[in-house]
């Protein structure tokens, strides 16, 4: 079983950044993909950002493209997500994903626990 923790979420007003940090139980390069996705209560899970540590290809939702960046560390146990020009609407509850298959034809397999993003205006 692969347990993620997610660290780094809080309150930002708009403009500013946060960089949310990904602890994965296991080494990141023993996963097909890692990344985010968010939730908005109400609304559909969103995927963010998605690394394939293997390549270290990135892919990025619309919504923040330009604006987030995933990496992987070099301790090869975490993911993390740099955001930067936050806006209202990047308020969400954000997930850190991993799967041994795909990240992106179905929900991936492994999620953490979720740290709380707050954007005020």
């Known amino acids: 079983q692969v347990q993620l923790v997610e660290s780094g979420g809080g309150s930002v007003q708009a403009g500013g950044s946060l960089r949310l940090s990904c602890a994965a139980s296991?080494?990141?390069?023993?996963?097909?993909?890692m990344g985010w996705f968010r939730q908005v209560p109400g609304k559909e899970r969103e995927g963010v950002a998605i690394?394939?540590?293997?390549?270290?290809?990135?892919t990025y939702g619309d919504s923040g493209k330009g604006r987030f960046t995933i990496s992987l560390s070099n301790d090869k146990n975490t993911v993390s997500l740099q955001m930067n020009s936050l806006k209202p609407e990047d308020t969400a509850m954000y997930y850190c994903v991993a799967d041994s298959n795909s990240c992106r034809s179905r929900p991936p397999r492994y999620w953490g626990q979720g740290t709380q993003v707050t954007v005020s205006s």
């Open positions: 690394i394939y540590p293997g390549t270290a290809y990135t």
């Open positions: 296991v080494d990141t390069s023993s996963m097909y993909c």
